[in-house]
């Protein structure tokens, strides 16, 4: 039990749906992060949200749309994604964001697969 | 921009030897931080260091920050079957945390 949770572990979708993935953090921090995982690359930061606003935004595609309503809660919305966009997101959060942010605790992870 | 070099990518172990997995920034760094990821697993945080030279130990893990700031290493001793899994630096340039890819572990009994 990371304190992070993820939903869903597992997503599988066509390119023409639409689906979300939730994150949810119970440790009090006010930074929370999206990174995609693929296979044999760095973990890549998509977005960062700081005390509910957007700090970062990693010249994500406009197919990924993100949401933090608290804190505590952030979403990514999914729409007409790419076969190449199938990966591991990972929710992350932390104390702070910006310098001296500190660890990050990190979600288990949405494996999404995009046919 | 910044570019974060992990080597050796992978890393196949003997239950029991010492390895070691480097770090390397292109930039000065204001901290760097050291992640763990079991195979199936997600990202566990090892440890931070911050200052210049600064050396700490977990166990049979030492970790090091180099004089300039600029690469880190990890050293493991006596390495067993828990040890196996991917080390990720994150290297934080003032607010920026760029993750290296990686140095996956395969420990042979």
């Known amino acids: 039990e990371t304190g992070v949770t993820q939903t869903p572990r597992h997503l599988v979708m066509g390119m023409t749906n639409k689906k979300s993935l939730k994150c949810e953090q119970h440790?009090?921090?006010?930074?929370m992060y999206w990174y995609k995982q693929s296979a044999k690359k760095p973990l890549e930061l998509m977005f960062v949200?700081?005390?509910?606003?957007?700090?970062e935004n990693n010249s994500v595609p406009s197919r990924f749309s993100p949401e933090c309503p608290n804190s505590s809660h952030l979403f990514l919305h999914l729409h007409t994604l790419q076969p190449e966009d199938s990966a591991l997101y990972l929710c992350?959060?932390?104390?702070?964001?910006?310098?001296?942010?500190?660890?990050?605790?990190f979600g288990e992870g949405s494996r999404l697969t995009v046919l | 921009g910044q570019q974060v070099m992990q080597i050796p990518q992978y890393q196949h172990v003997q239950e029991g030897e010492d390895f070691t997995t480097y770090c390397n920034s292109s930039?000065?760094?204001?901290?760097i931080q050291w992640y763990k990821q079991r195979p199936g697993g997600h990202p566990v945080f090892l440890i931070q260091l911050v200052k210049s030279g600064e050396v700490k130990k977990q166990k049979r893990l030492t970790f090091q920050f180099g004089e300039a700031k600029k690469n880190s290493s990890l050293h493991i001793t006596a390495t067993q079957t828990t040890d196996v899994g991917t080390y990720f630096c994150g290297a934080d340039s003032w607010g920026k945390l760029q993750f290296g890819a990686g140095t996956q572990v395969v420990v042979t009994p």
């Open positions: 949200y700081n005390f509910k606003e957007q700090t």
């Open positions: 930039t000065t760094l204001s901290n």
């Open positions: 440790l009090g921090h006010n930074a």
């Open positions: 992350a959060s932390s104390q702070t964001g910006g310098v001296a942010a500190g660890e990050l605790f």
